[in-house]
Structures are given as structure tokens and as C-alpha cells.
């Protein structure tokens, strides 16, 4: 079964650092790019980065340009998200999803997920 | 950036029904767009992508169209399992941005 599946969410302090974590199967995971979407609480889904499938091009959101890294393992076919300097608007449920098509930011297959919440 | 508006922001709709979902961008582009439906506490599911194209499963009933600058999502006769929270999102320019979504509820 193709599945990704996210890890690494919980409560973090304003300032404070998380790394998200997401493992893949059922898919040749390095011949896939991939990307990090978040949703906030009650809120709509907003695209927070992308990594092609051999590592070397990354793209960021503005709002997390700096803050945030994205890299990948493809030998443990597994996604990362390194999160520094969390805010109180980086709380959200962050989701791990496979990239196709142009730009690689068509997303087919989508983990369950991973909540964050930076809160004092 | 661009930006994706989605309308209207909740959708009545008694099953059986026609819904009609808008998606309007600030700039235009050809058909780089896709829509994904989420139900409540569900991710994501991707059902159209390249603005008209079913993903494999996806039952006829949607069917997505437009280019330029306006995209629609069709649902021809909505059923139980359709009522969810739909997005258009556009990847022809960087970075990929989401329409606000619309939500599709039971009349």
C-alpha cells in the first residue's frame, strides 16, 4: 500500500524548535518529490515546502522562509522537517504529501498528519 | 503571489443535486489546477488535476473545467459521501497556492 506517515508533532514553546518527521512505503520513495502542506485550526490549507526527489532543490513559503528546512533520507525513505523559531501561527496539523506532475506540487498521496501547537 | 478565490464559502445542497464550485485566480494560466476534497478530520484526497482530469477512482459525477483565470468543480448529483470541504489549488507559478476552499453541506 503507498502510504506516507507523519511523526515528530506536539507542544512546542514560542521560539522553540519540533522536527516532523515522515516515513514512506509502498512507493519507490526517491524518484518522488515532496512536500510539506499545514493546516491551521478551522483554517484552509496552506503549502509550507517542497524538496525534489534527489534532495537538491527546496522551495519554501514565505512565511516560514528561514525558519524552517527541509530534507529527505532517501535510503530510509523518509521526509523531514526541521522547525526553528516556532510562532503561535505555526500551530497546525502538518501534513507529509507526495509530489507529481508539473513542479512536483500536485499532491496524490497524503499522510494523516501531525499536529503542532506552539503555545507559552 | 497569486491568489486562488474560491466561491461560495459553504454550498447547500440536498442530494441528488447539481453543485457548482467556483475557483478564480488573480492571474491567468492555462490549466494547471487542481482540486482536492477533505472530509472532517480526514487529509486531503487529490480528485482533479490539470483542471479536468479524474484521478483513477474518482467517480464520474466530478468533473472539473475552465482555463485563463476561471476553473469551476462540478458535482452532477451529489451524493452522502460528497459533502466535504473541496480546493482548487493552482501550480502553474511559484509557490503553489490553495483557494480558500468551499464547503459543501446537506440542505
Known amino acids: 500500500e503507498v502510504q506516507v506517515v507523519e511523526s515528530g508533532g506536539g507542544l512546542a514553546q514560542p521560539g522553540g524548535s519540533l522536527r516532523l518527521s515522515c516515513a514512506a512505503s509502498g512507493f519507490t520513495f526517491n524518484n518522488y518529490e515532496m512536500n510539506w502542506v499545514r493546516q491551521a485550526p478551522g483554517k484552509g490549507l496552506e503549502w509550507v515546502s517542497y524538496?525534489?526527489?534527489?534532495?537538491?532543490?527546496?522551495y519554501y513559503a514565505d512565511s516560514v522562509m528561514g525558519r524552517f528546512t527541509i530534507f529527505r533520507d532517501n535510503a530510509k525513505n523518509s521526509l523531514y522537517l526541521q522547525m526553528n523559531s516556532l510562532r503561535a501561527e505555526d500551530t497546525a496539523v502538518y501534513y507529509c504529501?507526495?509530489?507529481?506532475?508539473?513542479?512536483?506540487?500536485?499532491?496524490?498521496?497524503w499522510g494523516r498528519g501531525t499536529t503542532v501547537t506552539v503555545s507559552a | 503571489e497569486i491568489v486562488m478565490t474560491q466561491s461560495p464559502a459553504t454550498l447547500s445542497v440536498s442530494p441528488g443535486e447539481r453543485a457548482t464550485l467556483s475557483c478564480r485566480a488573480s492571474?491567468?494560466?492555462?490549466?494547471?489546477l487542481a482540486w482536492y476534497q477533505q472530509k472532517p478530520g480526514q487529509a486531503p484526497r487529490l480528485i482533479i488535476f490539470?483542471?479536468?482530469t479524474r484521478v483513477t477512482g474518482v467517480p464520474a459525477r466530478f468533473s472539473g473545467s475552465g482555463s485563463g483565470a476561471e476553473f469551476t468543480l462540478t458535482i452532477s448529483s451529489l451524493q452522502s459521501e460528497d459533502f466535504a470541504v473541496y480546493y482548487c489549488q493552482q501550480y502553474n507559478y511559484w509557490p503553489p497556492v490553495f483557494g480558500g476552499g468551499t464547503k459543501v453541506e446537506i440542505k
Open positions: 504529501a507526495r509530489g507529481v506532475g508539473l513542479r512536483g506540487v500536485t499532491m496524490d498521496v
Open positions: 524538496i525534489g526527489s534527489g534532495g537538491r532543490t527546496i
Open positions: 490539470s483542471a479536468s
Open positions: 492571474q491567468s494560466f492555462s490549466s494547471n
